[in-house]
């Protein structure tokens, strides 16, 4: 059973939270769900029936990111600022409760972040982060696609878009990158798959190990979960991964987002695969470190020696090797608070 609410971030931007219940009333309060960048909420669904078995009631944000809501151009920092406080907000009235839980997800993650270590979301309680937050690191292939290929896509294209593998679209430049990606990648016959491994990262694949995945995942769900990602989104991140951290451009939110100690006091859980080939392990280990110089012990980092980026949520005995972290991380809030500075 699932109800959707929808609501507008506070620019304006209109927004969906999907409410997912299960066959029992929840008893742990709300946790909100927030995807990457160029998919959207459907990234959960396995996650969704081990947290309502827990007790968990499930929000699955939408967020300015997904392929669910008309394509735009958008930054990091707009959805920090813009989406997330009114998420939070938006779950906390619906259901009445003070406080929430969050599983975020690599873009979903970095944007929450930057929020909660601003100090925008003091609601939250506990976070569970998978891939990267405030400090991203790449491989060294990405950081040549980011420093030169992101300039001269800028003067080509609006957005790139893993679903041309699956409906070519008209224009030249689309139809070159589907071809060269096409001969360059053998790894599989999915050329949504190849898409996205050229997209996000340096690896075939870059995003997933495909021992991972069962057949119906790769072949079946896969092609129809990716869509346009803005090179805005591209251009803010080149400059954050050669900053080693979170950098913004917007009034309201810090240039840097790893520059003072997190105004937050949720106990925060990093998740990282060790195969990660889209943002590498380091990237939560950096984060990591941050965190645990402003909170010492406070924080938990697990890296996941066989799992790669997305499929820490969609590979095939997640139930069994990441779940159990996801659930443990987000029962985190009994534990005292002990942040210098913050209650
Ligand atoms: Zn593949």
């Known amino acids: 059973m699932s109800r959707v609410v929808q609501f507008r971030a506070d620019d304006g931007t209109p927004l969906k939270l999907t409410n997912v219940r299960g066959d029992r009333e929840p008893t742990l309060g709300p946790v909100l769900l927030a995807h990457g960048a160029g998919v959207r909420s459907t990234i959960f669904h396995q996650l969704c029936g081990p947290l309502t078995e827990a007790g968990w009631d499930v929000w699955l944000l939408d967020w300015r990111a997904s392929i669910d809501l008309p394509p735009r151009s958008w930054t990091l920092s707009e959805a920090a600022l813009f989406d997330h406080p009114a998420a939070v907000r938006t779950v906390l009235a619906e259901t009445g409760a003070d406080r929430l839980a969050a599983v975020v997800h690599c873009q979903g993650s970095v944007t929450f972040m930057m929020a909660l270590a601003a100090g925008l979301l003091p609601e939250v309680d506990t976070v569970v982060s998978n891939a990267v937050s405030l400090h991203p690191v790449v491989p060294a292939w990405s950081r040549v696609k980011l420093?030169?290929?992101?300039?001269?896509?800028?003067?080509?294209?609006?957005?790139?878009?893993?679903s041309w593998g699956r409906r070519p679209p008209p224009e030249l430049t689309p139809r070159v990158i589907t071809a060269l990606v096409r001969?360059?990648?053998?790894?599989?016959?999915?050329?949504?798959c190849k898409l996205v491994s050229c997209t996000y990262g340096s690896g075939f694949p870059a995003l997933w190990r495909h021992e991972n995945l069962t057949p119906e995942m790769h072949d079946d769900f896969i092609p129809h979960e990716f869509g346009p990602v803005p090179i805005s989104f591209f251009r803010q991140m080149g400059a954050s991964v050669r900053a080693g951290r979170l950098i913004s451009n917007l009034d309201g939110l810090p240039r840097d987002h790893a520059a003072g100690p997190p105004r937050t006091d949720a106990r925060i859980t990093l998740l990282a695969g060790a195969h990660n080939r889209c943002f590498l392990p380091d990237s939560q280990r950096r984060t990591h470190a941050f965190l645990d110089r402003h909170a010492p012990g406070r924080h938990t980092l697990h890296i996941l020696p066989d799992y790669g980026h997305l499929d820490v949520f969609l590979g095939r005995d997640v139930h069994r090797e990441v779940f159990p972290l996801i659930l443990a991380g987000l029962r985190r809030q009994d534990a005292p608070a002990a942040i210098d500075g913050v209650r």
């Open 147 to 162: 420093r030169a290929g992101v300039p001269l896509m800028s003067r080509l294209l609006t957005h790139l878009d893993p």
């Open 183 to 192: 001969a360059l990648h053998h790894e599989c016959d999915n050329t949504v």
